[in-house]
């Protein structure tokens, strides 16, 4: 038989003589980690898949529509950069509804947390990191689309240097734009991802939010026929079975707030019975909602990740 034998070996304390980035190198991977989150780099395929569809539906809209105006010579016909975002818009909402979860939630139920909030890092620090990661990959969904449709626009017309300088000024527009969707689609999903662990239900509390909100705000806003003359033709202007309150009621529909700032800064009028019912307030109301949706939900956030580190 052989005895078990052992060595100890007297290394010494070695001291960390490499560099120390502190505090914000802390923040910066915080963020790298969140976009790659959020784009499911580092996971598995199927968490690949939803984001890559919401982004291919995103993307096909703006394909097309340069491509109907290059081979059909139809330039005026073709959708705006406003027409753009009333389209994409659900797409955009459903994706931040479906990958906002994703941002939090594990953190708190593998309680990974607790190893992101030693210091340097503050729950503030863990907030605005991950808010903004999230709204950095929204403004690229946002942004893409409407790129492809500027390019595929201007090349289209018959003398591009003019469309350019005609245009040019829908370029600070689209951009003023997308940051406020991209903000509103990033404050909402988060906020409510901080009341749950379980990522599907944030996810159907936030759709039903935006499916929900737009019927009631359509059921609030009724438009009541008041009299009809010969072949129907109406007599009388349509009126809301809400009344002069009808035009604070459209502003329920919470898909559609971004949409209304977005008409006041290309100056369009979408067509929407919602939309000419908020046209009846002064620019002001719009984008003060615009903001009270998107601040509050964002204090929301902050306020219970100070309570979880009290």
């Known amino acids: 038989m052989t005895e078990a034998t052992g060595e100890v070996f007297d290394l010494g304390y070695q001291h960390y003589d490499g560099p120390r980035e502190g505090r914000m190198r802390a923040r910066q991977a915080l963020f790298v980690n969140g976009v790659r989150t959020a784009i499911g780099l580092g996971r598995g395929w199927q968490s690949k898949v939803l984001p890559g569809l919401l982004f291919f539906a995103v993307m096909v809209p703006a394909f097309l529509f340069s491509f109907i105006a290059s081979t059909a010579d139809i330039l005026q016909d073709v959708p705006t950069h406003a027409d753009y975002y009333w389209i994409i818009n659900i797409v955009i909402l459903l994706f931040s509804a479906t990958t906002a979860p994703e941002m939090l939630i594990p953190d708190r139920r593998d309680r990974v947390i607790d190893l992101y909030l030693v210091r340097p890092l503050t729950t503030?620090?863990?907030?605005?990191?991950?808010?903004?990661?999230?709204?950095?990959?929204?403004?690229?969904?946002v942004y893409a689309g409407q790129v492809v449709l500027f390019i595929g626009l201007t090349f289209a017309a018959d003398e591009p240097l003019d469309y350019l300088r005609d245009q040019w000024l829908d370029i600070p527009r689209l951009l003023a734009v997308g940051a406020a969707i991209a903000a509103f689609a990033t404050s909402i999903p988060l906020a409510v991802s901080t009341f749950t662990i379980r990522r599907t239900y944030a996810?159907?509390?936030?759709?039903?939010?935006?499916?929900?909100?737009?019927?009631?705000?359509g059921s609030l806003t009724f438009c009541e026929?008041?009299?009809?003359?010969?072949?129907?033709?109406?007599?009388?202007?349509?009126?809301?079975?809400?009344?002069?309150?009808?035009?604070?009621?459209?502003?329920?529909?919470?898909?559609?707030?971004?949409?209304?700032?977005?008409?006041?800064?290309?100056?369009?009028?979408?067509?929407?019975?919602?939309?000419?019912?908020?046209?009846?307030?002064?620019?002001?109301?719009?984008?003060?909602?615009?903001l009270i949706l998107t601040v509050v939900p964002g204090l929301v956030l902050w306020w219970q990740y100070r309570r979880m580190a009290l």
Request: hydrophobic share 55%.
């Open 225 to 290: 026929d008041h009299g009809h003359g010969r072949l129907g033709a109406v007599q009388s202007e349509c009126e809301p079975v809400t009344g002069d309150a009808a035009k604070w009621l459209a502003l329920v529909s919470l898909p559609e707030v971004p949409l209304h700032v977005s008409d006041l800064i290309f100056d369009d009028d979408n067509e929407s019975d919602v939309a000419e019912l908020v046209r009846e307030h002064s620019s002001a109301v719009p984008v003060a909602w615009l």
């Open 203 to 217: 996810a159907a509390i936030v759709i039903a939010l935006f499916v929900i909100t737009p019927v009631v705000a």
């Open 124 to 141: 503030t620090d863990y907030v605005i990191g991950r808010w903004f990661a999230f709204f950095s990959v929204m403004l690229a969904l």
